[in-house]
C-alpha cells in the first residue's frame, strides 16, 4: 500500500529537514494530520512567509522582516564592538545568554575552499565597510574552532591588521563541569596552549 | 531579541509536533529558512492538501484520497479476513512486513472509559456490519496490549461471540532477540501466561 499523493509529498519534505528520517517524517505527517484546520492554516502559511517576509538587515546581516534588525536599532546596546558570527541562528543562542551587550556581524557562512567558498562569497567586505564607517573599538570573532572556522578568523584578523582595533576571538578551551578524563585531544591542546598564569 | 514574526508564528507550529522541543523546532525552522522557494511551496500546499483531500474509507476506514481505500479495492488480497487496528498509520507498518494479505479494519481509537470514549465513538459499528454483510471467516486483533487496547479486545469479542467466525488476538510475548534479563514483568507473565507446549 502507498500512502495518499498529499501525504507522501508531506513526507517527502519533512524528510529533507535535519534529523528527521523516514520513520520520523511518517510519525510528524500522521501527527499533522490530526492537528486542526486553524493550525494547519497557519503553519502553511507562516512556510510561506518565513520565505516572502524575512530578509538580511543591512548593516549586521542578522535576520529581520524590516530593512534594519532589532539589534541594530537597539541605541542601548554598546555599538563600539561587534562580535563576529558565522550564522543569524548563533544571535537568538548568544541573546538567551544575556553576556554579550555590543552588536553583531553575521557572516553568513565560513571560507571554506574545498567548497569553493571564497572571502567574496561571505559578509567580510561589509564588515570592513562598517569598522571603517562606524567607531569601532573592538571586534571578538565568535567563529567555531574548526579548519573553515579558524581560516576565516585568520583572514579576517590579516585584513584588520592595520586598522587600529582590537581584534580578539572566544577563548577555546575545557567547558566548565567537564571531565578532563573524557575531553578529546584536540581540545585538550587547545587548552594547554592558551593556558592562562595564575600566579 | 526576539525572532521576526513569521519565523517565531512557525517555530511555535512546529514545537506543538510530537518529540520536538523548543530547541528542535528553531533548529527546524532555520533549516526551512535556507530551503528553496519551490521546496518551500510544496511543503505548505501539502500540509493544506492532507486536510483538504485526505477522508476515510467507507469500507475499512484507512486514510484515502478517494472514497475506498487501495487495500479495500484489491481483490487479490484475501477478503474473509480483517485485522482490527487501533490507528490507519499501523496499516502501512504492517504492509511493510509482508507478512498479512487479508483485509484491515481502522478503529480509529480505544475504547477508554477514563477519556469518555465509549464503544459508539470508534468504528465498531462498522466493523459489525461488515462481519455481517460480508464473508468474513476471521478476525484478528491487532491491539496494543495495554488497559484501553485490552478492554477493546475483550468488547469487540464478547459482542461477536455468536457470529460463528474465528477470533483471533495476535501473540503477545517475549520479542525475538530480547534478552530474559531486561524483560519487564508484565511482558514476562504474559509469556508464561501464553505458554506453548513443545512436545
Same mark, same amino acid.
Given at each position: 500500500?502507498?500512502?495518499?499523493?498529499?501525504l507522501?509529498?508531506?513526507?517527502?519534505c519533512?524528510?529533507?529537514?535535519?534529523?528527521i528520517?523516514?520513520?520520523?517524517?511518517?510519525?510528524?505527517?500522521?501527527?499533522?494530520?490530526?492537528?486542526?484546520?486553524?493550525?494547519?492554516?497557519?503553519?502553511?502559511?507562516?512556510?510561506?512567509?518565513?520565505?516572502?517576509?524575512?530578509?538580511r538587515?543591512?548593516?549586521c546581516?542578522?535576520?529581520?522582516?524590516?530593512?534594519?534588525?532589532?539589534?541594530?536599532?537597539? %541605541?542601548?546596546?554598546? $555599538?563600539?564592538i561587534?562580535?563576529? &558570527?558565522?550564522d543569524?541562528?548563533? /544571535?537568538?543562542? =548568544?541573546?538567551? @545568554?544575556?553576556?554579550?551587550?555590543?552588536?553583531?556581524?553575521?557572516?553568513?557562512?565560513?571560507?571554506?575552499?574545498?567548497?569553493g567558498?571564497?572571502?567574496?562569497?561571505?559578509?567580510?567586505?561589509?564588515?570592513?565597510?562598517?569598522?571603517?564607517?562606524e567607531?569601532?573599538?573592538e571586534?571578538i570573532?565568535?567563529?567555531?574552532?574548526?579548519?573553515?572556522?579558524?581560516?576565516?578568523?585568520?583572514?579576517?584578523?590579516?585584513?584588520l591588521?592595520?586598522? %587600529?582595533?582590537?581584534? $580578539?576571538?572566544?577563548?577555546?578551551? &575545557?567547558?566548565?563541569?567537564?571531565? /578532563?578524563e573524557? =575531553?578529546?585531544? @584536540?581540545?585538550?591542546?587547545?587548552?594547554?596552549?592558551?593556558?592562562?598564569?595564575?600566579?
Amino acid at each position: 500500500m502507498s500512502y495518499p499523493n498529499s501525504l507522501s509529498n508531506l513526507i517527502n519534505c519533512l524528510k529533507q529537514l535535519p534529523s528527521i528520517g523516514e520513520k520520523t517524517a511518517e510519525r510528524l505527517a500522521f501527527a499533522l494530520l490530526s492537528k486542526d484546520e486553524e493550525y494547519i492554516k497557519l503553519f502553511s502559511s507562516s512556510l510561506l512567509d518565513i520565505k516572502q517576509k524575512i530578509k538580511r538587515c543591512e548593516i549586521c546581516g542578522n535576520i529581520t522582516e524590516n530593512d534594519i534588525c532589532e539589534i541594530c536599532n537597539d %541605541n542601548s546596546r554598546n $555599538s563600539d564592538i561587534i562580535c563576529v &558570527i558565522e550564522d543569524a541562528k548563533y /544571535i537568538n543562542l =548568544l541573546e538567551k @545568554m544575556k553576556c554579550y551587550n555590543g552588536k553583531y556581524h553575521v557572516l553568513n557562512g565560513l571560507i571554506s575552499p574545498m567548497n569553493g567558498i571564497s572571502p567574496d562569497d561571505i559578509n567580510i567586505k561589509s564588515l570592513i565597510q562598517r569598522i571603517e564607517n562606524e567607531n569601532i573599538n573592538e571586534i571578538i570573532l565568535a567563529i567555531s574552532p574548526t579548519l573553515e572556522g579558524q581560516t576565516t578568523s585568520l583572514y579576517i584578523s590579516k585584513l584588520l591588521e592595520d586598522k %587600529n582595533i582590537i581584534i $580578539s576571538k572566544i577563548a577555546y578551551g &575545557i567547558p566548565l563541569g567537564a571531565d /578532563i578524563e573524557y =575531553l578529546d585531544p @584536540m581540545t585538550f591542546s587547545m587548552a594547554i596552549e592558551n593556558r592562562n598564569k595564575i600566579s
